[in-house]
């Protein structure tokens, strides 16, 4: 019986030290699967799970034209963990970070709600926004879906989208600017860009 326990207390430890060696191993390879996983032309494969990433913000009606939208939007903001984790050490985006922007149309009538939206169960459009030095010239690309199942198509350089990142994205061409949760930590790392801290400066002026 005594010898029974001896190997007890040598073996124990030895498997939950296996067992955690391998949930970590576990843990790595769903963290690392979270990052951007492309086919063999160049599409990009819909991220799996984003609703279970970071949430970051949720537009209504947003839109960078003075043209007023037909529907009321919501516009889900998601991002790859490890991305999240690193910005709140480092203010900005590591390498294969990874933006999820869903489009959720408002409904205002349904159940016992008498005024204001909430989101449909549609969802009415689907873009990532990427960080790959090693792949892309600008080290991000735009991807965009026609549906949540099909690999998304890289939206060309020449689209709108590019240039306006480029020239109002408060750190490293994205909005971070509208993400409550991570401005503050920006203006606290000094990651914000020049041209943005100039124009709130000027609107905080107003």
């Not at 240039?163 to 994205?174: I, L, P």
């Not at 930590?185 to 000027?202: H, P």
Request: proline content about 5%; some cysteine.
């Amino acid at each position: 019986m005594r010898g029974n326990f001896l190997f007890a207390w040598i073996v124990l430890p030895t498997a939950l030290a296996v067992l955690g060696f391998v949930a970590q191993r576990g843990d790595t390879v769903r963290g690392a699967m979270s990052g951007p996983i492309y086919t063999r032309n160049g599409d990009l494969l819909p991220p799996a799970s984003y609703r279970e990433w970071i949430f970051l913000s949720s537009g209504v009606d947003m839109s960078y034209n003075k043209k007023s939208a037909k529907l009321t939007m919501f516009d889900n903001v998601f991002v790859n963990a490890e991305a999240y984790r690193s910005f709140l050490v480092t203010g900005t985006w590591p390498d294969k970070t990874v933006l999820v922007l869903e489009n959720r149309e408002g409904k205002d009538k349904g159940s016992i709600n008498e005024k204001g939206h909430y989101q449909g169960t549609d969802v009415m459009g689907l873009e990532v926004h990427i960080k790959d030095e090693m792949r892309f010239p600008g080290k991000w690309a735009f991807f965009g879906f026609e549906s949540e199942t099909r690999p998304g198509k890289l939206i060309p350089k020449a689209a709108d989208c590019y240039g306006c990142h480029e020239a109002h994205g408060a750190v490293d061409t994205t909005f971070v600017q509208f993400y409550p949760t991570l401005i503050p930590i920006a203006r606290a790392k000094q990651t914000l860009t020049a041209e943005f801290l100039k124009i709130d400066a000027s609107m905080r002026e107003k």
